[in-house]
């Protein structure tokens, strides 16, 4: 190992406060791929794709939508690969609460204003998204690693 893994290693430990291993910190500092998970931690397939990035040894970052709201860009990069429509979780609480199975809406704007709406999670790489709608979904993540 090199002496600026070495340090790259010591800094990360020192930051974190973790000791992580070697790969995690190869891909996530020299920034070869990380992946972004976007969701809510009462989602299951969040957690399957956290435990999946986790057991892979996949560098990652969780936002957590209902800590923080993604910012614009992040919603651009999001509708330039998956179409706002398919986005919408007709199945959730928020969705029959509010009636939007008998009116008209924008998907881009109810989206980025009410997160509760959103199909979760949805995992990011570089300027591409894609929606996790199934367990087997997770495949798609392995075949850009």
């Given at each position: 190992?090199?002496t600026?893994?070495?340090?790259?290693?010591?800094?990360?430990?020192?930051?974190?406060g973790r000791?992580?291993?070697?790969n995690?910190?190869?891909r996530?500092?020299?920034?070869?791929?990380?992946?972004?998970?976007i969701?809510?931690?009462k989602c299951?397939l969040?957690?399957?794709?956290l435990?999946?990035?986790?057991?892979r040894?996949?560098?990652?970052?969780?936002?957590?939508?209902?800590?923080r709201?993604?910012a614009?860009?992040?919603?651009?990069?999001?509708?330039?690969?998956?179409?706002?429509?398919d986005?919408?979780?007709?199945?959730?609480?928020?969705?029959?609460?509010?009636?939007?199975?008998?009116?008209?809406?924008?998907?881009?704007?109810?989206?980025?204003?009410?997160?509760?709406l959103l199909?979760?999670?949805?995992?990011?790489?570089?300027?591409?998204?894609?929606?996790?709608e199934?367990?087997?979904?997770?495949?798609?993540?392995?075949s850009?690693?």
């Amino acid at each position: 190992m090199s002496t600026d893994m070495k340090t790259i290693a010591y800094q990360r430990k020192i930051t974190t406060g973790r000791n992580t291993s070697m790969n995690s910190i190869v891909r996530d500092e020299l920034g070869a791929i990380m992946f972004q998970v976007i969701g809510n931690k009462k989602c299951i397939l969040t957690k399957k794709a956290l435990r999946y990035c986790k057991e892979r040894n996949i560098a990652h970052q969780f936002v957590d939508l209902q800590a923080r709201e993604l910012a614009i860009g992040e919603w651009e990069k999001i509708f330039s690969s998956i179409n706002s429509e398919d986005l919408v979780d007709t199945s959730s609480k928020y969705y029959k609460k509010e009636g939007y199975a008998w009116r008209e809406y924008n998907a881009k704007e109810e989206l980025m204003s009410h997160s509760e709406l959103l199909k979760t999670p949805i995992i990011k790489y570089k300027q591409k998204a894609f929606l996790l709608e199934t367990e087997q979904d997770l495949s798609k993540m392995e075949s850009i690693v």
